[in-house]
């Protein structure tokens, strides 16, 4: 067991098995909509057109008050993300007349997410009074604009 516990010290990360599924993000905006109103004219057709591709575990889905509509696609494990993100682009080039015109001129991003994680951020307020959903409220309006504009990764 000695031997053994040194040994895996040595083994390349490359080595090491998936553990999570590859993803495919999808992120639109729409100025000015409301969540309702992007829920129903962006996501929803997007989501319905996206139901076919090969090896697709599962599709959710977010849509919020400030007009963004952010779709992920879990994949099975084992899948390639490169072959994934071409056919979910392809998907969406035939859906994407469907979709309102500020869509159109905005466009749409499609991207695989990084395999790793640098940070989690969670936020709580000490008054057992303030809901989770003022907190929340709270960090897109005067957070997520600032986090957004760090080079890197969007959030």
Do not use: C, W
């Not at 494990?77 to 859906?95: C, E, F, M, S, W």
């Amino acid at each position: 067991m000695f031997l053994g516990a040194l040994e895996i010290t040595k083994l390349l990360v490359a080595k090491y098995p998936a553990v999570a599924p590859p993803t495919i993000l999808i992120a639109a905006n729409y100025h000015g909509a409301d969540a309702t109103t992007i829920q129903n004219s962006v996501t929803q057709v997007i989501e319905q057109n996206m139901n076919r591709i090969d090896n697709l575990l599962y599709i959710s889905s977010n849509s919020d008050s400030s007009g963004n509509a952010n779709i992920t696609l879990t994949f099975n494990l084992g899948t390639d993300p490169d072959i994934a993100q071409v056919q979910v682009q392809n998907k969406l080039q035939r859906v994407i007349l469907a979709l309102p015109q500020e869509i159109q001129k905005e466009g749409v991003i499609v991207e695989k997410p990084a395999g790793n994680f640098l940070m989690f951020l969670a936020f709580m307020s000490e008054n057992r009074l303030i809901k989770q959903e003022k907190i929340a409220d709270y960090v897109i309006s005067n957070l997520k604009d600032q986090l957004s504009r760090i080079n890197g990764r969007r959030p």
